[in-house]
Structures are given as C-alpha cells and as structure tokens.
C-alpha cells in the first residue's frame, strides 16, 4: 500500500471522486477510507485535524499528511493521465488553490447531494489496513 486518501464517506461529492480515483487507479496505490469510521478519526487526528469537522481530503503517505489542494494535486500526480495538469496547478500559488478548494468543500453538499448510508471505500467495504504508520519499512521496501 503507497497510500491512504482520507475522504468523507457522506457526501455524494466526495464519494464519487473516492470512486473515480479508485476506478482511473490502475496500479492501485490508493487505499480509501471514510473521515466517519473509527480508524479515520484516529488517522484525521495523526494528522492534527478535527475529526468532528470532516472539512478536507487527507492523503496520508510515507507518514506525511497533505490537505487540502496540496492532497488533491498529490493524487492527481499520481493518476496516469491527470499528472501534467496536476503539474501544471502547482504554479498556482497554494494559498490560491487553498481558497478555491475552501469554497468548493464549504459549499460540496449544496453541489450534490448527502448520501443516506455513509460510504466507507469506494466499494463501500471497510479497509482494516489504511493506517501507514502500521507497515514496517521492509515490508514498504518490497512494494
């Protein structure tokens, strides 16, 4: 597993980017895993964020957290196909992007819709094995 993206399992918004990264992931370095559940919390706090105000993506990877359009602009880089435009937004100042993604999530559940279940993945199964911090270097070393 390279990494964990952090999402909000509760907005349609959310859930569909969660399935669309998952689906154009082909080498599966993604792991998902909902803000809401227990091992989310516990990861939004490791990364100094308010689990009770589920207000960014996180992507945790190699123990480092990015938020925000910094997370956005990560996963995107990694994503064949979308890692030149990814590229190309990481001219835009950050403060910026942080702004345009700020309105984009203030406003995310007025732009779709709140689902009624809460997803956990993509595939709305639960990951047990999301926390990075819980691999040992050797075994991150073979991957």
Aim: hydrophobic share 35%.
């Amino acid at each position: 597993m390279d990494s964990v993206i952090l999402f909000d399992g509760c907005c349609g918004m959310c859930s569909r980017s969660a399935r669309l990264i998952s689906k154009l992931d082909r080498h599966r370095r993604f792991r998902f895993l909902s803000l809401r559940t227990e091992p989310g919390r516990e990861l939004v706090r490791q990364c100094g964020e308010d689990p009770d105000d589920p207000h960014t993506l996180l992507l945790i990877e190699k123990n480092r957290c990015f938020r925000k359009s910094d997370a956005v602009l990560a996963i995107g880089g990694r994503i064949e196909g979308l890692h030149y435009f990814a590229s190309a937004l990481r001219m835009i100042p950050r403060p910026i992007r942080d702004w345009s993604y700020d309105i984009i999530a203030r406003n995310r559940h007025r732009l779709t819709w709140e689902t009624k279940t809460c997803a956990l993945s993509p595939h709305d199964e639960p990951i047990h094995d999301a926390n990075p911090r819980s691999e040992s270097p050797e075994a991150r070393a073979g991957d």
